[in-house]
């Protein structure tokens, strides 16, 4: 019986190549592993495993019975409905340490870093095993798009250091143009309906028993997303309706200008004031330098529903 490693609802590069990585691994430390993936993967993350000839992963929801490794997340709303019935054998991630509990002791690397694939990295030098020059590549576009290319918040230097190692391994030598080639693809709207694009990257937060949604578009030039502002907008709103959420946010991050502009529908606009200090116009707000979720963001709006 095989182990399945994956990571959160609405998988993004890193979960993803995460999850293969970590599957690697463990298959050649002697546990038999098997990627999966909990939904359909983003463009951006279809560009990466085609690139460095990787399978995508299946997908697959409910592990009820099953052993898994967890990767990138460790909170309940993230992971599968039925994960209580599933043995977690282990956590690789660099998220604040969520709700999950497990009944029996488990193996947990959550360091804070930029990036899981950079944890990875780590586990291979300490195992001893090599890493394999296409799952090299996929580690290194995982840490890129996590850091946008390195210019997140959240990058350290142990992301950069084990970005280089990979890029060594995976013969690239020009990150920058990697990066920049992955978040092209990121940034590509045309013809996607909105609610796929609200739900690409996005996460739902409990935030002191406060339902929040806080869902992210990043890329190379805002002006991109001019012509679908307006659905994206509705759809937010839509969302909060259905979700019976206090809030839905959507940040629209710009790598080059390395800000978010945010599209709020909230039970009370205020929070973003009170989080950020820049008072919304017309369900929007410009907020420079604000680029990570995780960093920037969440712990903002915590504070503010604590
Ligand atoms: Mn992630
Ligand atoms: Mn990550």
């Known amino acids: 019986m095989s182990v399945y490693v994956f990571g959160h609802k609405n998988p993004d590069s890193d979960t993803v190549c995460s999850a293969i990585a970590l599957a690697d691994l463990k298959s050649k430390l002697g546990t038999a592993c098997t990627p999966v993936a909990q939904g359909e993967l983003p463009p951006e993350t279809n560009f990466i495993l085609e690139k460095f000839g990787v399978a995508a992963p299946a997908v697959k929801t409910s592990f009820a019975g099953e ?145 929040v949604g806080i869902g992210q578009l990043e890329v190379v030039d805002l002006s991109i997303l001019d012509a679908v502002k307006n659905d994206l907008a509705a759809d937010i709103a839509a969302l909060k309706a259905e979700k019976g959420a206090h809030s839905i946010f959507l940040l629209l991050t710009d790598i080059m200008k390395e800000g978010s502009e945010i599209l709020i529908a909230s039970e009370d606009i205020a929070v973003v004031e009170k989080a950020f200090g820049v008072k919304p116009a017309d369900g929007k707000a410009w907020l420079p330098g604000i680029m990570s979720r995780k960093k920037d963001v969440v712990p903002k709006f915590e504070k503010v529903f604590a």
């Open 67 to 211: 052993k898994v490794y967890l990767v990138d997340t460790s909170d309940l709303a993230q992971l599968p409905d039925d994960i209580k019935e599933a043995e977690v054998l282990g956590i690789v991630d660099h998220h604040k340490l969520g709700d999950l509990t497990t009944s029996s002791p488990l193996e947990c690397w959550i360091w804070p870093v930029g990036c899981t694939a950079t944890v990875i990295n780590a586990m291979y030098k300490f195992h001893g095993i090599e890493i394999p020059k296409n799952i090299a590549g996929i580690m290194l576009c995982a840490i890129l798009s996590d850091t946008v290319i390195f210019k997140s918040p959240t990058c350290t230097p142990a992301d950069k250091e084990a970005s280089a190692a990979l890029a060594k391994i995976a013969g690239v030598s020009d990150l920058e143009a990697l990066g920049m080639e992955m978040f092209k693809v990121k940034s590509a709207v045309e013809g996607t309906p909105a609610r796929e694009l609200v739900l690409r990257d996005y996460k739902d937060f409990d935030m002191s028993g406060t339902k």
